[in-house]
């Protein structure tokens, strides 16, 4: 059955218009490094799935894009660059501790900003809105997907 995520991503990081330039508007998932979050990844997560693009830690946080996951998890490479930002030095070829799935760009969309977000009666239960979340990957539910799609397409 598929499912449905948010995926959080710092536009200076990785941007909406950084995955849609990419070839095959598709780039590995990298540097998540919650053990939840990453659980989602490996655990959850099946091609096919449907992902909200979501700019965080910017002047207006929101959904900007829509993808779907493209490929099942693999090793995180980024855990084992000793000079970048995301090295783990618990990481080994042999037992990688972290995990990176491909997303492929679907479709840039007008921002969905957050405070938009928390005025739609239909997501005052999505993980995103909860006090204290953080998570940079949570699952959506179906339920959400279409209240979320049906604004995007306003």
């Not at 080994?92 to 995990?99: I, K, L, N, S």
Request: hydrophobic share 40%; proline share 7%.
């Amino acid at each position: 059955m598929k499912q449905y995520w948010l995926m959080k991503s710092e536009p200076t990081e990785v941007s909406i218009d950084d995955l849609m330039a990419a070839p095959q508007h598709t780039m590995p998932w990298f540097g998540v490094r919650n053990y939840q979050a990453r659980n989602f990844m490996r655990d959850g997560m099946r091609v096919g799935d449907g992902v909200l693009f979501y700019h965080s830690s910017c002047a207006q946080p929101g959904v900007v894009g829509v993808a779907e996951v493209a490929s099942t998890a693999y090793p995180d490479h980024s855990q084992f660059e000793k000079d970048g930002h995301y090295f783990d030095p618990k990481a080994t070829q042999e037992q990688p501790r972290w995990v990176s799935v491909d997303v492929r760009g679907l479709k840039k969309t007008a921002l969905l900003p957050l405070s938009e977000l928390r005025q739609m009666p239909a997501l005052e239960d999505m993980l995103l809105l909860k006090k204290g979340s953080r998570l940079s990957i949570t699952p959506v539910t179906p339920a959400q997907w279409k209240a979320i799609q049906a604004r995007l397409e306003d």
